[in-house]
């Protein structure tokens, strides 16, 4: 109860330092350097509370990858020394990792959905350290990643319908967040300020939809029964609840940038 209670606290502080970061507000490099270190203990909390027949488990990687790309985050935002290591060392990591996990499930078609993300992690370190770039990859390889994601969510929900009510009504969630998800990106990439929307509001959707995504995933991953922890669709939440933290978190890079 108590560990729900901090995650709670600790995700509202986040999307308050998030939206004060967009709106230009002061007080957003306080909530967002309070919100930071909660996620690193929440991260160290799950290491400690994950029972893995070995120490370097994909799980306990995966968290302490996601500790490093944190803490370099917040040193990129307050122009601390170290920054550029800590995100080679995470992104290309988490790419590792990501390729690993796409490989143990190349029987599922669920795999090209880590595969993807894996080379939009990748490029997405090249644009952040500004290294030279392949012309298209970052973009081409994330669009594709968000247009076979919703087509995939609903597919598998409609195949649910009969036999998993309640775990079909989630994945067709999700896959409804994310098309919108990726309606309010593409418009972002192509027609940023057609109709007049800013794009700072623009913004405040993105990242009130990517959190709606990490948290319907975690409520189904929570919610006992109604997900088999030895399926493909348990993997499958499990990933998507960790690529959209890692792309919550990079708004804060975006936003800084705004």
């Given at each position: 109860m108590l560990r729900?209670?901090?995650q709670v606290l600790v995700g509202i502080v986040f999307m308050l330092g998030l939206l004060f970061k967009f709106m230009h507000y002061p007080g957003a490099g306080v909530l967002l350097a309070t919100a930071i270190p909660g996620m690193v203990v929440l991260l160290l909390d799950r290491i400690i509370q994950h029972k893995a027949p070995t120490f370097l488990s994909r799980h306990n990687i995966s968290c302490m990858?996601?500790?490093i790309y944190l803490l370099a985050v917040a040193f990129k935002v307050f122009h601390l020394p170290g920054t550029g290591i800590m995100l080679i060392v995470s992104m290309i990591g988490f790419t590792i990792v990501l390729i690993e996990f796409a490989y143990s499930i190349r029987q599922s078609k669920y795999a090209l959905l880590p595969a993807l993300f894996s080379i939009t992690i990748l490029f997405a370190l090249f644009r952040i350290m500004h290294w030279p770039e392949i012309p298209h990859v970052l973009y081409g390889s994330y669009f594709i990643f968000a247009i076979a994601l919703p087509a995939l969510l609903?597919?598998?929900g409609q195949a649910l319908k009969k036999t998993h009510g309640k775990l079909s009504k989630s994945f067709l969630m999700l896959g409804l967040f994310t098309l919108l998800l990726l309606a309010v990106e593409i418009k972002l990439r192509v027609y940023p300020e057609a109709l007049g929307t800013p794009i700072y509001q623009l913004r405040i959707v993105q990242t009130a939809l990517v959190a709606g995504?990490?948290?319907?995933?975690?409520?189904?991953?929570?919610?006992?029964?109604?997900?088999d922890k030895k399926t493909y669709d348990y993997q499958m939440l499990r990933f998507l609840q960790g690529a959209y933290l890692i792309m919550l978190v990079m708004l804060i890079l975006v936003a800084r940038n705004h």
């Open positions: 729900r209670i901090i990858l996601g500790i609903f597919s598998r995504i990490v948290l319907a995933a975690q409520k189904t991953i929570q919610a006992g029964p109604i997900v």
